[in-house]
């Protein structure tokens, strides 16, 4: 029996929350989402009545960047709504789920290196 091999067909993927795959883009540079001005997220990414978000908001920019990825279901998603050099630039501040940081972070070395320990 190979117990290498055994756990690494046991380890599940990262999860967004219970039950949901954290998604993560295959490459930061396919990530060409907007970075100013007002948009406008989807129902599906966020279930407010009033879900406009002003990106010139430091904090709002960073928020968004938290909805969406810890909402994501698609890699589409993350290619409208993320910006892969903001994405780097905000990484270390982000509030995310444990999942989240550590799929993206194995996926992409250069957020583990500027991002926080998990």
Partial sequence: MDPIGSV???RRPYEARPGRRAIVAADLSELNGPTTGIVELPHRLFWQPDRHVDL???GLLA???ETVLAEA???EELRIWLHGPTLTRIWPTLHLPRGVRRAWEERHHVLRVRGIAA
Wanted: proline residues 17%; charged residues 35%; without cysteine.
């Fill in 8 to 10: 690494h067909k046991s």
């Fill in 73 to 75: 279901v698609r890699p």
């Fill in 63 to 65: 928020w968004m960047y």
């Fill in 56 to 58: 010139d908001e430091p």
